[in-house]
């Protein structure tokens, strides 16, 4: 099974990006999953029920998202509407949607899980707690375990991803949105990195115009972030997990500039 993912997609530049390339890179990388991020794609904050369509029509399977998902008002619509676009599993209960999909694939039956951190971040559930909890509830029908675990602390992240080793196909950390150069394979088979990468424009500062970014740090304003002009750089991973087995067998970072 060779899943692939892409990073958060930061507006107008990123949706362009995904939507021209994706086709072309479910071919070269012989993908049978695609997820991707797509919590800063309306404009840099919150998806819409039409850009997750946009993204379905380009070839995505399962969208996750994170904390800036609630950002448009309708989203409770589209996330109790359309299962497959994920919120993190961690709020607390009685927020719409959920954080789990379950996808059928002739090579098995694979658990999509979006959970969120608490370190500098909103102070939901336990991120470690609710993944037994799932795990629990769906049982062991469940051939490969993907994780979008989206949070800011790096030690949160490696931390959760030996807490799940063996049992999760791959945790892969989003919301920072620069990609890291640490993939690699835990011992007990959990493909991991710390962050997949943005789908943005490269000169930015994660994904937004720097000019802004700057004088928020220099006046220490709320100014409201832009998205960056321009064609963005897609990030993102490919995993493989063997045959019949949870575990990965191979993790591959993917870095691939668009045109458009
Ligand atoms: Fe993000």
């Given amino acids: 099974m060779r899943i692939l993912i892409l990073g958060d997609i930061i507006g107008k ?6 939507v021209s390339a994706l086709k072309g890179l479910i071919r070269r990388y012989r993908a049978d999953l695609v997820i991707v991020n797509g919590e800063n794609s309306n404009d840099g904050y919150g998806i819409t029920a039409d850009l997750a369509d946009q993204l379905f029509r380009a070839g995505a399977q399962v969208i996750t998202t994170g904390n800036h998902v609630w950002h448009d008002d309708k989203v409770g619509e589209l996330l109790d509407s359309r299962p497959e676009v994920l919120r993190p599993d961690n709020y607390p209960a009685g927020v719409p949607g959920s954080g789990v999909f379950v996808i059928d694939r002739k090579q098995g039956k694979t658990a999509v899980i979006n959970l969120q951190g608490r370190d500098r971040m909103p102070s939901i559930d336990c991120p470690f707690r609710r993944f037994r909890e799932i795990m ?7 051939d490969q375990v993907v994780v979008d675990f989206h949070a800011e602390s790096t030690a949160e992240k490696e931390a959760l991803a030996h807490y799940l080793d063996g049992e999760a196909t791959v945790v892969f950390g989003t919301h920072t949105h620069v990609q890291t150069a640490d ?3 835990l011992p007990k088979g959990t493909a991991y990195i710390t962050d997949i990468g943005a789908c943005a424009v490269e000169q930015s500062v994660i994904g937004f115009k720097p000019d802004i970014s700057t004088r928020r740090v220099l006046t220490q304003l709320p100014l409201r972030n832009e998205v960056a002009d321009g064609a963005a750089v897609i990030h993102g991973l490919l995993v493989e997990s063997g045959a ?10 993917i ?3 668009s045109l458009v």
């Avoid at 530049?13 to 995904?18: D, E, T």
């Avoid at 019949?244 to 970072?253: H, K, L, Q």
């Fill in 183 to 185: 993939d690699r394979i």
């Fill in 255 to 257: 870095r691939f500039t």
């Fill in 244 to 253: 019949g087995s949870r575990r990965a067998v191979s993790v591959e970072r």
């Fill in 136 to 142: 629990k509830r769906l049982g062991s029908s469940i």
């Fill in 13 to 18: 530049p990123g949706m362009r990006a995904v």
